[in-house]
């Protein structure tokens, strides 16, 4: 009964591979986000979809690309990937775009080597 | 730009007792706060909120003070528990824009 779950949550590759973090919400949700927490804690804001339609896209370098098959589903990939995207990554979900009372998922842990 | 700041980066505080945990924000377009609770090794969980038409909002054991004169907000623990032991994030927002800001955290130690 997962509310928002991610896979993997534990993610170890090397430098200049593509990866891809899943996240899926089963509260009916309309908006799901990505963040980014680095070493420090502190989290930072990447994406945000609302019924599939991205409304938040932060500066992040474009190969980061988010995609949301559906309303449950909002997952990112990652290219080429470089030792300082090391962090871990959070999905969260809220139910109205205009409703900052996100549930966030466990996280995947991301080591680039 | 904003930054946001806590100004305490570990506080500790006695079991029972009550704990501040300040912030400081920059941007004086925020008008959407939020405290979030990290517990080691989760994601962030959301506590409370208060937006800048208030002052003050209070929750089950906690209350959220926001001084825009100084652009300051604090969240206040009552009675102090050991499963509040987390990290404390607030965030600004500037609502109409969806522009989130977080502070670095800090990290509140109750001792029993």
């Known amino acids: 009964d997962t509310a928002v779950s991610q896979t993997p949550k534990y993610l170890v590759t090397q430098m200049g591979n593509d990866k891809s973090i899943k996240c899926e919400q089963n509260l009916g949700h309309d908006t799901m986000y990505w963040y980014k927490q680095d070493s420090k804690k502190f989290l930072k804001i990447m994406f945000s979809y609302n019924n599939k339609e991205l409304i938040i896209n932060e500066t992040v370098p474009n190969r980061f690309s988010p995609k949301s098959p559906d309303k449950a589903h909002l997952n990112l990939h990652i290219n080429s990937l470089e030792l300082g995207d090391s962090a871990v990554y959070f999905c969260a979900s809220s139910p109205l775009s205009t409703s900052y009372e996100q549930y966030f998922g466990p996280g995947t842990r991301l080591t680039v080597t | 730009g904003e930054s946001v700041g806590l100004h305490l980066p570990t506080l500790s505080v006695q079991e029972g007792d009550n704990s501040i945990i300040n912030c400081a924000y920059s941007?004086?377009?925020?008008?959407?706060f939020i405290w979030y609770k990290q517990e080691s090794g989760k994601g962030p969980q959301f506590i409370i909120d208060?937006?800048?038409?208030?002052d003050k909002r209070q929750g089950q054991r906690v209350t959220v003070l926001l001084n825009k004169t100084v652009k300051h907000l604090s969240l206040q623990i009552a009675a102090t528990q050991p499963g509040d032991s987390a990290v404390y994030f607030c965030a600004a927002i500037i609502y109409n824009f969806n522009k989130f800001y977080f502070g670095s955290g800090t990290k509140l130690n109750v001792k029993p």
């Open positions: 208060i937006r800048s038409n208030m």
């Open positions: 941007n004086s377009a925020s008008d959407y």
